[in-house]
């Protein structure tokens, strides 16, 4: 609940979560840009999933994930 200048607001969250063990497989390709976005930043990246994670409600800890490189 939430009062605003327009008056009182009310809003209502949903959300789905999905039981551990999870295992997502992707693959990440890089083009090329002139915004320095490399393999380097992707990687730092992906290392912070493991604080904040993905998805809703991540600021609550959920949605965090760690992640490896498979073969080429």
Known sequence: RAQTMQGPRVSLAASEKVNLPVV???TIE??????DVSWE???ELLDYGRF???GQWRNGSWGRFEWRLLGN
């Open 52 to 54: 904040k994670g993905l």
């Open 30 to 35: 890089i083009l090329e840009n002139g915004k």
């Open 24 to 26: 997502l497989a992707f």
């Open 41 to 43: 930043l992707v990687r």
